[in-house]
């Protein structure tokens, strides 16, 4: 079998750490695996070297700080070849540059365009453990790039398609997908397996187990994942197309604060406006989520819709540069609301999900502010300071001890 395993950064922080990877990935390859290798950097690396650049320079090129970031995962890999040596395991470690991981030229946001096995088909043959740096790739000018961060989840997917391995596995400091975040949810309970679909929905609200681009990618080449613990044996999450889970209706509820409500009001009542809005806004590369368009009044109508927090100011800048063209009276910024939303794929058979979430909510005192639904997902936005109330609510709702 060829398997990859991907190590976060908790994963591999210190010595101690590093060593009780090498002795789990032995295991694997004195079985008679091929076993590849992903790791991230070290503990908090990434951060400290975004801190380090800032210091140097508060505008940094972002391309030296690709260049930065990706020492990282040099440092984890190397010293994680360095301590199966020890252990008298046969091992390499290689960045994206001696592989040859191919990536659009975006730095801080790269994207896989093609990545070259020969090199590690070839240390594999030689009986070697192969240890790949994550979240880093090389563009077309021979630079550096990175994925954006959590990226190294991508980078496991994107080898375990390449290798058509037999098996990905995502090591991490908590044993699984939760039908919530624990810290918040003391009764959220463990999830055996799930959807692509509902991964990737709460990949995207926030629920920071996976990188939501691997899971996109491992849904595009059927790549089945399994979430689990690096500390201890216990069964994780299984990411695939189906599940055996149709009873479930809601497998898990995900809250994200990074958001914010922008409110236009008082814009005409014709067609086009929307469009214009909206335009201005894609140009920037700014993402509109849940959107909400009041019913006309005397010729005018208001259109609110939340970003991410970061884009907030931005936003408001560029509706107000172009105040006239979209003929709105006035625009506000409320940047201290969050989203709370309920995700299960058995949604889409069966009504109801929506009414006994507002139920829940009504339950617990907590105001909506804007509702937006997808197949297989309930949001709802309302204030910051009732998010973890909220859900606790909706999760005891849906999901019975
Ligand atoms: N080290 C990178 C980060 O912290 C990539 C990763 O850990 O997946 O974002
Ligand atoms: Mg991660």
Known sequence: MLIVKKFGGSSVAD?????????RCIEDYQKGNDVVVVLSAMGKTTDRLLEMAKDFNPNPSKREVDMLLA???????????MAMGAL????????????????????????????????????????????????????????????????SDTTAVALAAVLHADSCEIYTDVEGVYTADPRIVPN???????????????????AKVLHNRSVEMAKKYGVQLVVRSSLNNAEGTIVKEETDMESMLVSGVAIDKNTARIA???????????FKIFDLLARKNINVDVILQSIGREGTKDISFTVARDDAEETVAILEEHKSRITAKRIEMNDTVAKVSVVGAGMQSN??????????????????RMIATSEIRITVLINEEDVEKAMRAVHDQFIED
Not at 197 to 205: G, R, V
């Open 15 to 23: 010595k101690e750490h590093i060593y009780n990877v090498a002795k």
């Open 188 to 206: 959220a309970k463990k999830i055996p397996e799930i959807t692509y679909d509902e991964m990737l929905e709460l990949a995207t609200l926030g």
């Open 88 to 151: 008298g395991v046969p091992s390499v470690s290689l960045n994206a540059f001696q592989i040859t991981m191919h990536t659009s030229s975006r730095y801080g946001n790269a994207r896989f365009k093609k990545i070259d096995t020969q090199r590690i088909r070839h240390e594999l043959e030689n009986r070697k453990i192969v240890i790949v740096t994550g979240f880093q790739g090389i563009n077309k000018y021979d630079d550096l790039t990175t994925l954006g961060r959590g990226g």
């Open 351 to 368: 009504p109801g999900v929506a009414s006994r979430m507002f139920e829940a909510l009504y339950n617990a005192g907590i105001n909506i």
């Open 264 to 274: 236009v009001f008082g814009v005409k009542d014709t067609p086009g406006i929307a």
């Open 71 to 81: 020492t990282g995962e040099q440092t984890s890999t190397a010293l994680m070849s």
